[in-house]
């Protein structure tokens, strides 16, 4: 193939990107017919996580319902400098409100600050910085949830047993955070120990390989603590085995369909709806309020919903919304 | 007589010469054995031996694949993106038109990819790093596209039997990954397509010139590193009983590093899929071990880390380099 060739490939497949990337592109409609009309900037963390897509639809469906909303997102996937440059470009859009996950608590506080002096409301939602720069936090203290947690632990093994964490990805916050939550609880009982403990990606293979293993040197394990309920699923395949699935405590976290309906086959115990899609509305609905004159409190608490083997037989997919 | 015991002996000492790199690893998979089993008392039982190699499995697989790219000179970071985007797509397949269509999409897919990523490196000549790389970016993308970011398609019980059935008490994947991997082995080891992928992979212009076609050689050697990836992402969503598209994040680099681990040489042009199988055995009984003593994650990626480079730095040395070290050899087509 010849260079010329070549180079024209490469400019019909340069062209045929930038056609699909405006396709996939939703561009803001322009509003502004009545005089109440707001453009609120968003800045998610992911466009990819399970977590931050649901939120996206929540603040998709509140928006659409309130009529009067023009949201506008930018994608960072992670990367904090590319969120930077996204909060700043919204700014510079002069939006009347903004929505941030911040990805890194430090490298997101320039955009925190810009905003500050442009006068524009500023939520943090999910992950926050340092309060004085944001107006309200749309979030949870995720330390009270590893205790929740651990209180249902505790309850099943009646005072004395053995755990095992499989924890997520090593330096996540809320990985630390509940942690911390679940040990403080745990440390009130000195029958109950916590014999392994272990981080892994958020996928089912990685947990179920550390599970296996766990399940290796401690055969007699009386529960276990799955960081997400995506790791508890993957647990699961662990225990089945060895025959131990439904026989060991299990626990996760997000309230996802599947991990409710093993809960119902008796197969995990324990889990915390995050219910993202609500997330997203309560955020968009408490930001809305606060540029209409009504101050947001420093920390929205979000309306998640524990769920307990008992309960899992009368929860709905919508509930978990 | 005694002429021919000189040169079968004289023939045992070369091979164990050119294969010292395999040796050296081969004692380290059993000195690490025999200290796990006698430090942990239940490291030797059956189910645990399962259990690392239930674990273990699917690295094995897209290793298969792997080990005959590398040794024809290429790469392929692909493989874990591609073995997700084919799980996602089997399980979605399987969710409409039932199991056998399931299979057959996800197999497709490896196939697919692998071809894209063999026409990509042959016809236009892009470096196998980049090129697959892209296909590492851009088949991730697509299987999150396509499950709506997801963490996983979850399927109905009835299909859980898929990944659950044993054989004689051992899980039929295992017996998937045994018949991958005999293939692998006749294929790279006893088939004339393997005997061009060395040829190709030690020279590539001389290869030319004693007629053999090198880009089909490298375009066949990435299809079948692609429908490894696939099976591996089938298996994927037996096991679990679910479409992953998140799983499967640096098991590209888990494999390349099993492969070199083996002593089967990045530049191409020599080493074998028994060599890959000790790199992936190292690997698991590693991490396996490091998981059953509670080390903490930290400590756990510092020592892969240090296995991965003394694996290096004795691969460096090279077959016949047992005297002492030799730290310029880059010898081709020895093997």
Known sequence: MGRGTRRVLALFLLATALVLAACGGRPAAPGGEAAKSYTIGVALASATHPLYVAMKVGLEEQAAAMGNVNLRFVQAEEDPVRQLNGIQDLIAQGVDGLLVSPIDAQAAIPGYEAAQAAKIPIFSVARSVDPQYQDAHVGADWSEYGAMIAEHHVAHLGGSGTIALVKGPAGASFVMEMEEGFKRVVSNYPDIKIVAEGNTMLTKDEAARLASDFLTAHPDLDAIFANTDEQALGIITALEDRGLAGKVFLSGFDGIPPAVAAMREGKMHFTIALRPVTWGKKSLVALIEHIEGTPAPALVPIDVLPITQADAASVTDDDLR | ?335
């Open chain 2, 1 to 335: 007589m005694r002429k021919r015991n000189l040169a079968l002996s004289d023939r045992v000492k070369a091979s164990v010469r050119q294969n010292a790199d395999a040796l050296f690893v081969l004692a380290l998979v059993l000195l690490l054995f025999v200290v796990l089993a006698a430090a942990h008392p239940r490291f030797l039982s059956v189910q645990n031996i399962i259990g690392v190699l239930q674990q273990s499995m699917f690295l094995l697989v897209v290793s298969v694949g792997m080990t005959v790219v590398i040794v024809a000179g290429g790469l392929d970071l692909s493989v874990g993106s591609v073995a997700a985007l084919a799980s996602s797509v089997a399980a979605m397949t399987l969710l409409q038109h039932g199991a056998a269509a399931g299979l057959a999409a996800g197999l497709a897919i490896g196939l697919a990819a692998g071809a894209i990523n063999g026409l990509v490196v042959t016809r236009l000549a892009v470096n196998p790093f980049i090129a697959t790389m892209a296909m590492m970016v851009g088949a991730r993308g697509l299987a999150l596209a396509m499950t709506g970011g997801a963490a996983s398609i979850s399927l109905p019980r009835s299909f859980e039997a898929l990944g659950s059935l044993r054989l004689l008490g051992i899980p039929l994947l295992l017996f998937v990954t045994l018949a991958v991997f005999v293939a692998g082995f006749y294929l790279l080891h006893h088939s004339g397509f393997g005997l061009r992928v060395f040829a190709v992979g030690s020279k590539a212009a001389a290869a030319r010139l004693s007629g053999i076609s090198v880009s089909e050689t490298v375009l066949l050697a990435f299809v079948w590193s692609g429908l490894c990836a696939g099976i591996a992402g089938l298996m994927f969503t037996a096991r679990f009983n679910s479409g992953l598209p998140t799983t499967g994040v640096f098991l590209e680099l888990y494999a390349v590093a099993a492969v070199v681990l083996g002593g089967t040489r990045l530049s191409g042009g020599r080493g074998g899929l028994l060599r890959t199988l000790l790199g992936v055995l190292l690997i698991a009984f590693l991490q396996n071990g490091l998981n059953l003593f509670n080390v903490s994650f930290y400590w756990q990626q510092v020592a892969i880390g240090v296995v991965f480079l003394c694996a290096a730095i004795s691969s460096l040395a090279g077959p016949a380099a047992g005297a002492g070290v030799v730290w310029t050899v880059r010898r081709t087509g020895d093997a």
